[in-house]
């Protein structure tokens, strides 16, 4: 009965590939979003999602494309991995302007 | 835009001591307050959020926070900490209208209580 779901937890890989990042809801909101947390903790928002629609778009380099296959998906693809790009990721979803719930996370490890 | 700080980077307590973590927004609208929790290696979870109404709001395993407007303040307070209490600890902030509606979070507060 998990709310919010994300694959794979972890995700070790080079420089340069392209890898993705999924997450589920069955929760039954019609927003999701995908947050960035850097090795010190700090949280910021990448994008969100309303019906499949994108409603937040925030300065990320376009490497990163969000999609949202249906309003129960919103997957991350990310291309030519870099260094930086090391960090947990995470996916919330919420009803429209309510409270927003986590999954449990995707450490991605760019060696 | 919203921003929000965080004022204690960390806070070392003995177990039975009283909490009082600050958080701090700045943004000209009406505002949904959040504190969420971090337990090392796990997800975010929602300890209590303040939309509208009495504006001392009480969560889960005790905590409680106080949204004071002309302060812009919503710092969590809990009386009696324990060990089971280390972790992480974000405000956030988002718009209460509007079409976007991304949470703003505070640098985070790391919590060490002590047995």
């Known amino acids: 009965d998990t709310a919010v779901s994300q694959t794979p937890k972890y995700l070790v890989t080079q420089m340069g590939n392209d890898k993705s990042i999924k997450c589920e809801q069955n929760?039954?909101?019609?927003?999701m979003y995908w947050y960035k947390q850097d090795s010190k903790k700090f949280l910021k928002i990448m994008f969100s999602?309303?019906?499949?629609?994108?409603?937040i778009n925030e300065t990320v380099p376009n490497r990163f494309s969000p999609k949202s296959p249906d309003k129960a998906h919103l997957n991350l693809h990310i291309n030519s991995l870099e260094l930086g790009d090391s960090a947990v990721y995470f996916c919330?979803?919420?009803?429209?302007?309510?409270?927003?719930?986590f999954g449990p996370g995707t450490r991605l490890t760019v060696l | 835009a919203q921003s929000v700080s965080q004022h204690n980077h960390h806070v070392i307590l003995s177990e039975a001591a009283s909490l009082e973590l600050g958080c701090n927004y700045s943004?000209?609208?009406?505002?949904?307050l959040f504190w969420y929790v971090q337990y090392p290696g796990q997800h975010l979870q929602l300890l209590l959020k303040?939309?509208?109404?009495?504006?001392l709001v009480k969560g889960i395993k005790g905590f409680e926070a106080e949204f004071i407007k002309s302060k812009f303040s919503f710092n969590l307070r809990k009386p009696s900490v324990q060990w089971s209490d280390t972790a992480e600890y974000f405000c956030?902030?988002?718009?209460?209208?509007?079409?976007?509606?991304?949470?703003?979070f505070g640098s985070g507060t790391q919590l060490t209580v002590l047995p």
């Open positions: 919330a979803s919420s009803p429209f302007g309510g409270t927003q719930y």
């Open positions: 929760l039954g909101h019609d927003t």
């Open positions: 999602y309303n019906n499949k629609e994108l409603i």
């Open positions: 943004y000209g609208g009406t505002v949904n």
């Open positions: 303040y939309f509208s109404g009495d504006p």
């Open positions: 956030a902030v988002n718009a209460a209208s509007g079409s976007a509606r991304q949470l703003t």
